[in-house]
């Protein structure tokens, strides 16, 4: 049973362009969390996706980020106009079904670099 | 709101020692989860332990065991016999059941190094 998926690993943008990071959950998990980690920080929470539907976006900036979670495919974050800042580390998590003690497994992370 | 407080940002630890790593936590949710990943150079995420707030034992999974102490809000990581291989970031994270109860909210961490 593959794990969550996640690609590119290493990503290296200009500033000013798009950068489009890809998850593939785990077999049979519809519930996909989005978190980023800023160099020397722990992850923060950005977007939480089922298919087709937003649950939850509290943790995502205002501009140029946006997220989905399509009914086929992977789930998509996309950074519009990089800048400096948005260098990270970006993880995507997935569950099998909502609840406090229900594990989110972790993919092996995208690190971007914006240059 | 929910907040992990981890206060150590480095531990050094000789080989085969147990070690404590410090987590503690701030919630209005009567119900919650409290979990530890391990991150290693490597930068992937590794789940290693989880507590529920209503759980009458600490949880315990081969080396680890989580000394949860609920009226304190702590819920320290405990490893035993230590090895090389444990040399890693740490973070304790912590779920509400009510509010905002999908997201994982995260301490800062704590750098683990078992020196030989």
């Known amino acids: 049973n593959a794990g969550v998926m996640q690609n590119p690993r290493h990503l290296v943008r200009r500033r000013g362009q798009e950068a489009r990071l890809r998850c593939s959950p785990m077999?049979?998990?519809?519930?996909v969390y989005w978190y980023r980690q800023l160099p020397e920080e722990g992850l923060k929470f950005m977007v939480y996706?089922?298919?087709?539907?937003?649950?939850?976006e509290s943790g995502m900036p205002k501009e140029r980020f946006s997220a989905e979670f399509p009914k086929e495919g992977p789930s998509i974050l996309r950074i519009q106009q990089v800048v400096r800042g948005d260098s990270a580390a970006y993880f995507c998590?997935?569950?099998?079904?909502?609840?406090?003690?229900?594990?989110?497994?972790f993919g092996p992370g995208t690190r971007l670099t914006v240059t | 709101a929910q907040k992990i407080t981890q206060t150590q940002p480095g531990m050094f630890v000789q080989e085969k020692e147990a070690v404590t790593l410090d987590c503690t936590y701030d919630?209005?949710?009567?119900?919650?989860?409290l979990f530890w990943y391990k991150q290693p150079s490597s930068g992937e995420m590794i789940f290693l332990i989880y507590?529920?707030?209503?759980?009458?034992q600490n949880a315990t999974e081969g080396r680890y065991s989580l000394n949860f102490q609920k009226a304190r809000k702590s819920a320290n990581l405990v490893i035993s016999a230590s090895q090389l291989g444990d040399s890693a970031m740490y973070f304790c994270?912590?779920?509400?059941?009510?509010?905002?109860?999908?997201?994982?909210?995260f301490g800062q961490g704590t750098r683990l190094t078992i020196n030989p």
């Open positions: 998590a997935s569950s099998i079904r909502q609840g406090s003690s229900y594990e989110q497994y």
């Open positions: 077999k049979g998990h519809s519930h």
């Open positions: 996706l089922q298919k087709e539907n937003i649950i939850d």
């Open positions: 919630t209005s949710d009567p119900s919650y989860g």
């Open positions: 507590q529920g707030s209503y759980d009458q």
């Open positions: 994270a912590m779920r509400g059941l009510i509010q905002g109860a999908q997201k994982l909210v």
